[in-house]
């Protein structure tokens, strides 16, 4: 840690505290994360899942993680630096932002999910907290609770920010999938349109009446596992009519509020993928592909509407060249062994080295190309309903939560209940 300078903190949050620093040797800015927890083996600081899933990952629109360092058994994340986060944007100002400000961003986040679910891991946090923000450029930060697509259930029941989170968890759910990210970009999309959270709700039991109010009341038709999911946890939905969201989303075009509507369905199998969304109506104008994401033969295409094209092509070549390897780390790794002898307290760390993107990954290819857009099919991921063999305590607790609560008509203060901005980076309840 002696080759940064630390200039000021950014964020304190539950697992950890940010701080904008400077490379003493570089000049490089970057955020630094220090964790509260300590560690003291490598082992337990390589496999977290912020650390496994960011090693695998190198995309332009997922902030990139340069350094692990553990110096007298504390824990360093080392990421490059971002000017804002979204909320941070949202927060104070007054004039909505324009409709191809939105589309510039939410194409590049979509880009960002596709490549994270083709690597196999959901989010599972996603808000606006969570999406870094540099002139035109946004990034998905805060990989806390990154989950592996092929990891067996039972999930986590608690995982994400209320406001985003997917109705399935909400009633329990084990079985949620990536869906639960698509979920949380209808909400998030929706919000920079109207600079209000859709589902602002003050618990579980009143963020499902909350989507409720704008969704409308589930049915058999519409959601018929989420009944059953209900029904095992002995809550009953209120019962009402749902709103069209172009009444609450005015200013949002036919094209916006489709794809609004489409990420914002109750049943998870009609919500479309991000590679869906991304072929979409709404993105029509963004076909540009960044050049480090281009296929060898591809043709540079005409840059979009939203203006990104001076940016992407400064920065691809130097920054977003490759993957990060994947391989295990073990004691034999030549940094790890070299640090192992100069002893506990000493500092040790982990360079995040890129490899070439072309020779790791060919289904970014499929990225280049964007066919007109369907909506997905409608395969069930629910067939079981709900695992009758999982905590029986948990389910309890929630259901009673949600089966005694009684919810009445009120406005929520957004400002005293929305979480600081860069609080906390990797806890459940503090974004990044």
Not at 78 to 97: G, I, P, S, T, W
Not at 221 to 233: E, F, K, V
Request: net charge positive; hydrophobic share 35%; glycine share 6%.
């Amino acid at each position: 840690m002696e080759r940064y300078k630390l200039l000021r903190e950014v964020g304190d949050g539950t697992f950890g505290c940010v701080w904008r620093a400077i490379n003493k040797l570089s000049g490089e800015v970057v955020a630094i994360k220090k964790m509260k927890k300590k560690y003291y083996s490598w082992e337990e600081c390589v496999n977290l899942r912020e650390v496994k899933s960011l090693r695998r990952m190198n995309h332009p629109n997922i902030v990139k993680l340069k350094e692990v360092i553990r110096e007298n058994n504390v824990l360093y994340f080392v990421f490059e630096y971002m000017e804002c986060n979204l909320y941070q944007l949202m927060k104070d100002r007054e004039k909505h932002f324009s409709e191809v400000e939105i589309r510039n961003w939410c194409f590049q986040v979509f880009q960002g999910l596709a490549y994270m679910h083709q690597c196999g891991y959901f989010h599972r946090d996603l808000k606006p907290e969570n999406l870094l923000v540099s002139r035109d450029i946004i990034k998905i930060a805060d990989f806390g609770l990154a989950r592996e697509i092929s990891s067996h259930p039972p999930y986590t029941e608690y995982v994400s920010t209320r406001w985003y989170r997917a109705p399935e968890i909400l009633l329990q759910s084990y079985l949620y999938t990536s869906k639960v990210d698509m979920w949380a970009m209808g909400a998030i999309m929706a919000e920079l349109f109207t600079l209000r959270p859709l589902f602002p709700g003050a618990s579980e039991a009143d963020e499902i009446y909350k989507i409720c109010s704008v969704l409308g009341t589930p049915t058999k038709y519409t959601w018929s596992d989420g009944l059953n999911l209900a029904r095992s946890i002995n809550y009953q939905f209120q019962q009402f009519p749902g709103v069209h969201l172009s009444l609450l989303v005015p200013s949002a075009s036919d094209d916006a509020i489709n794809l609004i509507t489409s990420l914002c369905s109750w049943d998870p199998c009609k919500r479309p993928s991000a590679a869906d969304a991304l072929r979409h109506p709404f993105f029509q104008s963004c076909y540009y592909v960044p050049p480090s994401l281009r296929p060898k033969a591809a043709v540079s295409g005409t840059p979009p509407s939203v203006g990104v094209k001076g940016t992407w092509e400064q920065q691809s070549p130097r920054r977003f060249s490759g993957f990060l390897p994947n391989a295990k780390l073990t004691g034999n790794h030549s940094t790890l062994k070299a640090n192992a002898a100069l002893g506990t307290g000493v500092q040790r760390k982990l360079e995040m080295v890129n490899q070439d993107l072309n020779k790791n990954d060919k289904s970014l290819k499929s990225f280049a190309k964007q066919p007109r857009y369907q909506p997905p099919g409608r395969k069930n991921p629910f067939a079981t309903s709900i695992d009758k063999d999982r905590n029986a305590i948990g389910a309890s607790d929630v259901a009673e939560k949600l089966a005694n609560v009684t919810i009445g008509n009120r406005r929520l203060n957004v400002g005293q209940i929305r979480h600081s901005a860069y609080k906390g980076w990797g806890s459940v309840d503090c974004g990044f």
